[in-house]
């Protein structure tokens, strides 16, 4: 018989490390396996860093609802834990009249998702407060901010490994069976092991699909489509010309190139969505003329020799190109039937911000908590 952990947790990002930690604080013996030789490979450090507000995401949504919760409990942790993080805020720009009637809607959306606190800026203030941006009109999100994504993780694995839990890297999940309440869980690629558990967790981010399409004994039908839309930076060498961050309206698959701020105070340009088929993280410099323009239409002045190619990073989603945005899928017994198991599927955007929220409705979904 294989050795028997109480739960397991598929995937060392920032979500299976999140989960990890509450399970373990709920004083639940937990391991997380990781296929890659450390932890936060891939979509957990291949994206903005944002702490979004929680503005875009359908009312009632899990987006709306975790991002929203998600956000204070983690400026709340990171003043708690020393994790590095500024509440820079961030202005959504409407650059011609054609994108006042979005402005509106975000204005609207936000209100109803519980944030309070947007402000409306003419022309003028916008210029006032950033001297670079040309726009019709401004929204400012005083609770948007920035986070050292890699920290969060660390603390995140420092409680985890103080409560007992662990993270074992180069361990790849291959098959599952699922067996009267208990799940034999294949692990390899080296040396390859079979251990069972009464709690099973696949946060393996873009992979979660194949996760689970490999569990015998799961619904298959149960399993949504991925889609994936491939995002590129740019970072602009020099000083930054922003102070806050500035977000043009959104577009097909992802926020619009942006500008964020990084912990050292430099600004980078993106993310862009470009729907792809296959994980791979070449940068296309050739997609540096869409950014110009892209970025031209809030910052005329541009110097375009100033950015620099940066990283790529992919987003798991659950809609495809011209679909409404899919929510998070978090599924459990109710979903699919099986007792102690939990899916997450599409966990793209906001799910930094949400983290710790998922985190918590994992354990309740788990364990049935109200
Ligand atoms: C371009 C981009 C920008 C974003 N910007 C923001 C932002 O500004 N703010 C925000 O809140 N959110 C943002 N997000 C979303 C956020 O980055 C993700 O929601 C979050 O990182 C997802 O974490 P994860 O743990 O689910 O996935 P991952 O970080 O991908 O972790 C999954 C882990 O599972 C492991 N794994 C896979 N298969 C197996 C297996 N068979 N066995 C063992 N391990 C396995 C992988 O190696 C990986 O380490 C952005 C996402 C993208 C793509």
Known sequence: ?????DCIVIGAGVIGIAIGRRLA???????ILEAEPNIGSHTSSRNSEVIHAGIYYPENSLKAKLCVAGRELLYRYCEDRQVAFQRTGKI???????DLPSLHKYAAQAKANGVNDL?????????????AVRCEAGLLSPSTG?????????????????????IVCRSRIGNVRVRDGVFDVDVGPDSPYTVSCGYLVNAAGLWAQDVARNMTGFPKECVPELHMAKAHYFTYQGASPFKRLIYPIPSDGGLGIHVTIDMNGCARFGPDAVWVKEIN??????????????IRCYYPALDEERLSPAYTGIRPKLSGPGEAAADFEIQSYDDHDVKGLVNLFGIESPGLTASLAIAEFVYRKLFHVT
């Open 281 to 294: 993280y070449e940068f296309d410099a050739d997609r540096k003329v869409d950014f110009v323009d892209a």
């Open 146 to 166: 920035i986070i050292d994504s890699h920290s969060f993780m660390l603390a995140l694995q420092g409680e985890l490994e103080t409560a007992n839990g662990s």
């Open 25 to 31: 604080l709920a004083g639940r013996e937990v391991v």
């Open 1 to 5: 018989m294989p050795e028997k952990l």
């Open 92 to 98: 959504i720009v409407a650059t011609s009249a054609a």
């Open 119 to 131: 402000k409306w800026l003419s022309c003028n203030d916008v210029l006032n407060m950033e001297p």
